[in-house]
């Protein structure tokens, strides 16, 4: 198409609109792009994240111009780095004449973990989100793991004489900092404090030891979350946090859930 003519399509997303009705949050969701994370074995390691941009929409515009969003993404090169987010969120608000943009990230993010007895090598994979907002000038960053875990129920020990029901459970943990801050430290911290922590691949020593391990060490869903709790108020780098657990209760048929919030 000749260049004049392109200049001459008539651009709707620009007209006025008269319902006087702000939008909070238009853009693009559930694009997925790959993208380097930093590593603290191997310096970074390369994932697919699914991004969300969004920015907010002053009530007189009918709409925002989609396809910016896109080329926000391109202009970072085929595979975005992490260290990317704060100057993504600025470019949005530069191109869509806005006043707040999100930028959310989400992706799976992968650990060698040893056996604990056979010291057998699998691989773990763990959800991690990066929820970014920048608003005159203020940058907000939250970093959430989901983490599984193993929890075996403390009243359940108590009144049988052999045995107690368990099951697998999911920490999702977010927290903002000060410095910046590992994403393994922080799956660390979760799996330490949950009856044990899951392996993807162990041999038979290993599973009497995981087994043995979370019999050893009973925690309610109130216990986990309050771990987790206490442990990152040891940490002066950690300024707020939110801790939700939830249990998939091997002997009931719902759920078991717990929430501490921080500030």
């Given amino acids: 198409m000749h260049p004049r003519a392109i200049t ?3 651009d709707t997303q620009n007209e006025r609109d008269f319902r006087k009705l702000a939008i909070d ?13 930093l590593d603290k074995a191997h310096e970074t390691q390369s994932t697919i994240t699914t991004v969300s941009l969004t920015v907010d929409l002053p009530h007189h515009y ?8 896109i080329e926000v993404l391109n202009e970072h090169g085929p595979i975005l780095h992490v260290n990317n987010i704060k100057t993504i969120a600025e470019e949005l608000l530069e191109k869509l004449h806005s006043q707040k943009a999100h930028v959310d990230f989400e992706f799976p993010f992968f650990l ?12 773990m994979d763990y959800t991690v989100r990066f929820n970014a907002t920048l608003q005159k000038g203020e940058f907000d960053f939250v970093l959430t793991v989901i983490v599984p875990v193993t929890t075996l129920c403390p009243c359940s020990k108590a009144i049988s004489s052999a045995g107690a029901h368990n099951q697998r459970g999911t920490v999702t943990f977010s927290v903002r900092f000060e410095k910046p801050i590992w994403i393994e430290d922080l ?23 995981v087994t043995e391990r979370a019999y050893n060490n009973p925690v309610f869903v109130e216990d986990l979350v309050r771990n987790i709790a206490a ?33």
């Fill in 8 to 10: 001459e399509l008539k």
């Fill in 25 to 37: 949050r238009v853009g693009v969701k559930n694009l997925r792009y790959p993208i380097k994370i």
């Fill in 62 to 69: 009918k709409g925002t111009h989609m396809s910016r969003f």
């Fill in 112 to 123: 060698e973990k040893k056996a604990p007895i056979t010291g057998a090598v699998g691989v």
């Fill in 187 to 209: 799956i660390r911290l979760v799996e330490s404090c949950a009856s044990s922590e899951l392996y993807s691949l162990l041999k038979r020593p290993d599973e009497k030891a």
């Fill in 231 to 263: 442990r990152s108020n040891l940490e002066p780098n950690i300024t707020w946090y939110r801790v939700e657990a939830e249990n998939f209760e091997s002997i009931h048929n719902h759920n078991a859930y717990a929430l501490i919030e921080k500030g």
